[in-house]
């Protein structure tokens, strides 16, 4: 059983599209995030959501929209894709101290 | 704001011992965590420090010294699957809802 399920692992687009990807977590974690890792693997915080409410919005262009429907969904929709949104986008959750993070969201903008 | 700074890269060969090192800067401190990531993978959640000292797990362990505001993760009998990155992490003054990530150190093990 995957802990946290992102959907899908690849998106290829073109630049203008708008493009959504889902996360799930059954841990029954309070806190969600969406992370983002550069090409040079950087990861940075984008968004966090505690039981469903926006926590931390870590000025993110409003291109990008967080919803959580439930404290165990964390969708991101990204509207007017750049070239600079390549990257790969990591759902995570905690309850403690160690994050779980799903596999990975690859999304290459053409 | 926060700054965490790790070696780029790091080499050995499979049997050794390796640390890589983190220090950091950041307003309030609630502890450091360290993941692992290999190519094309997720991270994965490894240790982490509350207070200053060693922890260890297995073969990994991982120090802290909040005066020196400096870390380190100790890798011992390496093998080839240790290969991959490692990233030191801090939560900032908000507590548990942002963990701020190091710039990652890439270890490469040898035969």
């Known amino acids: 059983d995957t802990a946290v399920s992102q959907t899908p692992k690849y998106l290829v687009t073109q630049m203008g599209n708008d493009k959504s990807i889902k996360c799930e977590q059954n841990l029954g974690h309070d806190t969600m995030y969406w992370y983002k890792q550069d090409s040079k693997k950087f990861l940075k915080i984008m968004f966090s959501?505690?039981?469903?409410?926006?926590?931390i919005n870590e000025t993110v262009p409003n291109r990008f929209s967080p919803k959580s429907p439930d404290k165990a969904h964390l969708n991101l929709h990204i509207n007017s894709l750049e070239l600079g949104d390549s990257a790969v986008y990591f759902c995570?959750?905690?309850?403690?101290?160690?994050?779980?993070f799903g596999s990975g969201t690859r999304l290459t903008v053409v | 704001g926060q700054s965490l700074e790790q070696p780029s890269e790091v080499t050995a060969v499979e049997g050794a011992i390796v640390q890589i090192n983190c220090t950091y800067q950041t307003s309030g401190f609630y502890g450091l965590s360290w993941y692992q990531q290999h190519d094309g993978g997720a991270p994965t959640f490894l240790s982490y420090?509350?207070?200053?000292g060693l922890e260890e797990t297995g073969r990994f362990s991982s120090f802290l010294s909040r005066s020196d505001s400096y870390g380190y993760l100790l890798l011992q009998e390496l093998q080839m699957k240790d290969s991959a990155s490692y990233f030191c992490?801090?939560?900032?003054?908000?507590?548990?809802?942002?963990?701020?990530f190091g710039t990652g150190t890439r270890l490469l093990v040898s035969p």
């Open positions: 992490a801090v939560r900032d003054q908000t507590g548990f809802q942002k963990l701020v």
């Open positions: 995570a959750s905690s309850q403690d101290v160690g994050y779980t």
């Open positions: 959501y505690n039981n469903k409410e926006l926590i």
């Open positions: 420090n509350a207070l200053d």
